[in-house]
């Protein structure tokens, strides 16, 4: 299944950015899916996910200001982020799970000036 991501840009701090996920097959069936990123000179890091059940969790940095959703009908999932400030910036990458079959999206740059 591949994976495609798009949405990211150059945004002011304060300023708001939707990323899109696409699939190449149904995520019906997907157990994890995720958002992660990565800054310069950083470890990739998990930003948010959404579970088959629904259930949603964020990294601490992002609560309250990025939300995640998915789509079935479209397969695709979102990342809606608000309020974002300048440590946001980052190549943002799309995760998708099912079993044992992980799928990598080729990540999205979004940079958020101060």
């Known amino acids: 299944v591949q994976l495609q991501a798009s949405g990211g840009g150059l945004v002011q701090a304060g300023g708001s950015l939707r990323l899109s996920c696409s699939a190449s097959?149904?995520?019906?069936?997907?157990?994890?899916m995720a958002w992660y990123r990565q800054a310069p000179g950083k470890q990739r890091e998990l930003v948010a996910f959404?579970?088959?059940?629904?259930?949603?969790n964020y990294a601490d940095s992002v609560k309250g200001r990025f939300t995640v959703s998915r789509d079935n009908a479209k397969n695709t999932i979102y990342l809606q982020m608000d309020s974002l400030k300048p440590d946001d910036t980052a190549v943002y990458y799309c995760?998708?799970?099912?079993?044992?079959?992980?799928?990598w999206g080729p990540g999205t740059l979004v940079t958020v000036s101060s």
């Open positions: 959404v579970s088959s059940g629904g259930g949603k």
């Open positions: 097959g149904n995520i019906d069936l997907a157990h994890f």
């Open positions: 995760s998708m799970m099912w079993g044992t079959l992980v799928s």
